[in-house]
């Protein structure tokens, strides 16, 4: 069956440190978002692809990026974590003007 | 700014009896409004999506209402289950077909007791 997974679903790291959330959906999906989830806020979009190639910043963009080399992965890269980047996020992807399916989650805490 | 605010945030309710959640918004332009369930520790999945022109569309136990007016939604869940327990999420979209931004409410945290 396709799906959209995420990994790792668990990671503790330091201030300073760079982490690669991964993203991998089976769909043939042309759009993939990353959110963060935290308490007190509604899903906020970090970065979004429409395709191979493609990125777009969301509303909380600043200290991550993306990039897109194939249809299946978005990974999301924290460039140096900060305590304020603790957080869950959710990978997800859609077809263009469809719904949007999310991943597990990843629940990162940096210390 | 596009905003979604849900009430109550946190309910508990007794199995089997049912119940309503309430979304607002203020959202332009509109496109189209989602539920979505979200387990603990889980993903959310959606159970509804109303465009404009519906006003109630149902899936099993859920019913949803839209009253583009208002601009106000509700999810009414009925003969709740303990698997209702969840975080239910209203999702608004806005803008063109192709290029459509979502704002998220912060959820009603639904618990079910036996």
């Known amino acids: 069956d396709a799906e959209i997974t995420q990994s790792p679903r668990h990671k503790i790291t330091e201030t300073g440190r760079q982490v690669t959330l991964a993203c991998h959906q089976t769909?043939?999906?042309?759009?993939m978002f990353w959110y963060r989830q935290d308490l007190g806020h509604g899903l906020r979009l970090i970065h979004y692809s429409y395709g191979v190639h493609d990125t777009n910043k969301g509303e909380v963009s600043d200290g991550y990026s993306v990039s897109r080399s194939n249809t299946e992965d978005l990974p999301l890269t924290l460039e140096s974590a900060a305590s304020s980047q603790t957080s869950v996020y959710f990978c997800a992807s859609s077809r263009t003007g469809n719904e949007q399916f999310f991943g597990p989650g990843t629940r990162l805490t940096v210390l | 700014k596009n905003q979604v605010e849900q009430s109550p945030q946190s309910l508990i309710i007794l199995e089997g009896k049912n119940c309503t959640l309430q979304?607002?918004?203020?959202?332009?332009?509109?496109?189209?409004l989602r539920w979505y369930k979200q387990d603990t520790g889980r993903g959310p999945v959606s159970l509804t999506i109303?465009?404009?022109?519906?006003n109630t569309k149902s899936n099993g136990r859920y019913t949803a209402t839209l009253d583009a007016d208002t601009k106000q939604s509700s999810l009414h869940i009925t003969a709740s289950q303990l698997s209702d327990s969840a975080s239910y999420i209203c999702v608004v979209s806005a803008g063109d077909f192709g290029n459509e931004k979502l704002t998220f409410g912060t959820g009603t945290r639904l618990t079910i007791i036996p």
């Open positions: 109303m465009t404009f022109s519906e």
């Open positions: 979304c607002n918004y203020t959202v332009s332009p509109f496109s189209n």
């Open positions: 769909w043939n999906h042309n759009n």
